[in-house]
């Protein structure tokens, strides 16, 4: 994998945590979602708020910021929770093969594109396969599934 991080500045990380909150009250903004995952480091739980793809039955995590600290988190852990405290779900996390990354990005681009452009390897929706291919190694993606 391609190490690559774009951290958020500080009105970003403010945005977040607004956002962040919100999710976590059960208040969904462009289909955002709380995600809880314990500290790789620390062992502490780290919150912070995601958007899920789905395809089909399949729900993905995107990290389109690169190799942040709850991608790798999540590595580590193999397992997220997500939801409101009230209907939090645990699921397993296995990260994606590069390979099987381009379908997911064009799918998360279309979707998110407008919230995530400048921090997702310099991917637009209108990027070639070749592009996308290359960018894929630097943008962590994790499949969910029940079992946490």
């Given at each position: 994998?391609?190490?690559?991080?774009?951290e958020?500045?500080?009105?970003?990380?403010?945005?977040?945590?607004?956002?962040?909150?919100?999710?976590?009250?059960?208040?969904?903004?462009?289909?955002?979602?709380?995600?809880?995952?314990?500290?790789?480091?620390?062992?502490?739980?780290?919150?912070?708020?995601?958007?899920?793809?789905?395809?089909?039955?399949?729900?993905?995590?995107?990290?389109?910021?690169?190799?942040?600290?709850?991608?790798?988190?999540?590595?580590?852990?193999?397992?997220v929770?997500?939801?409101?405290?009230w209907?939090?779900h645990?699921?397993?996390?296995?990260?994606?093969?590069?390979?099987?990354?381009?379908?997911?990005?064009?799918?998360?681009?279309?979707?998110?594109?407008?919230?995530?452009?400048?921090?997702?390897?310099?991917?637009?929706?209108?990027?070639?396969?070749?592009?996308?291919?290359?960018?894929a190694?630097?943008?962590?993606?994790?499949?969910?599934?029940?079992?946490?």
């Amino acid at each position: 994998m391609t190490v690559r991080y774009d951290e958020p500045n500080g009105v970003a990380k403010a945005a977040n945590a607004l956002i962040r909150w919100l999710a976590e009250a059960g208040i969904s903004i462009a289909g955002t979602r709380a995600l809880r995952v314990r500290g790789r480091k620390t062992g502490q739980v780290r919150r912070v708020v995601i958007n899920v793809l789905t395809v089909g039955d399949v729900a993905y995590l995107v990290s389109p910021r690169g190799n942040t600290q709850w991608a790798r988190n999540v590595r580590a852990a193999g397992f997220v929770e997500i939801g409101p405290a009230w209907r939090r779900h645990t699921l397993r996390a296995t990260e994606v093969d590069d390979a099987a990354k381009p379908e997911l990005l064009r799918r998360y681009l279309a979707r998110w594109y407008w919230e995530v452009k400048g921090h997702i390897a310099g991917l637009t929706p209108d990027s070639s396969d070749e592009q996308v291919r290359a960018a894929a190694p630097s943008i962590p993606v994790f499949a969910l599934t029940a079992g946490g």
